[in-house]
């Protein structure tokens, strides 16, 4: 059994958003498409309350994209987005969800920032997915969506440690820096991921 795992289509990592992906709207029309190619389809969503610590603007003097010591994490500073209710929030209109069994939350802690769709950075909470998931027989995951270098990337590796078969769809995301995304591809093929192209997939 296979799920394709739909990360943070939300309208802020859209371009226009509060931090807009660059071409990240370019992957939804395939990303509708490869939708039915897989029996089981989930979405990830983006959730913060307002002010959550991952905002620059939480922390007077630091900048956008700055560090600062989150716990044990180094957290890079965001410009506010996904904040819950508001419209940027919102997953994007143009995504296909009629096939989308479940959404799953994360970033939800008003303290501790989460990439993966399945711990948060602090490995302190799970969103229940890697359960849920096994709960229905999955074993092969493969994910898309935003940023490939970010929550994709992460969702990737916990994916991977969570013992499924883990395959990363490339032309199905979008990262936020081109390197950044060169280095999370190296690390999650060295951990045994693997990366493919939608064609082989929509050609099954
Ligand atoms: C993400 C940065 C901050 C992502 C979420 O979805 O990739 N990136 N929050
Ligand atoms: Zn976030």
């Known amino acids: 059994m296979k799920v394709l795992i ?7 990592f859209l371009p226009g958003g509060a931090l807009a992906v660059p071409e990240g709207d370019s992957i939804i029309p395939k990303i509708n498409k490869l ?8 979405a990830t969503q983006d959730w913060h ?24 994490t180094e957290q890079i500073l965001w410009p506010d987005h996904c904040v819950q209710g508001t419209k940027g929030a919102e997953l994007s209109q143009e995504l296909s969800l009629n096939r989308v069994a479940a959404i799953f939350r994360k970033g939800m802690h008003p303290e501790i920032d989460s990439y993966s769709t399945f711990h948060d950075n602090e490995y302190k909470n ?25 929550c994709v990337g992460f969702s990737a590796l916990d994916a991977i440690k969570e013992g499924f078969s883990t395959f990363v769809i490339e032309d199905g995301t979008k990262p936020i820096d081109k390197e950044g995304f060169e280095q999370m591809k190296a690390k999650i093929m060295k951990q045994g991921g693997k990366f493919i192209q939608s064609s082989s997939i929509l050609s099954e």
């Open 6 to 12: 739909l990360t943070d289509i939300q309208y802020d």
């Open 35 to 42: 939708q039915k190619y897989f029996p089981m389809v989930v």
């Open 49 to 72: 309350p307002a002010h959550h610590l991952s905002f620059a603007s939480a922390h007077p003097g630091k900048k956008v994209f700055d560090t600062t010591q989150l716990g044990d």
């Open 126 to 150: 799970s969103t229940g997915l890697s359960d849920f998931l096994k709960g229905k027989g999955v074993k092969e995951v493969y994910i898309v969506g935003l940023a490939g270098d970010f």
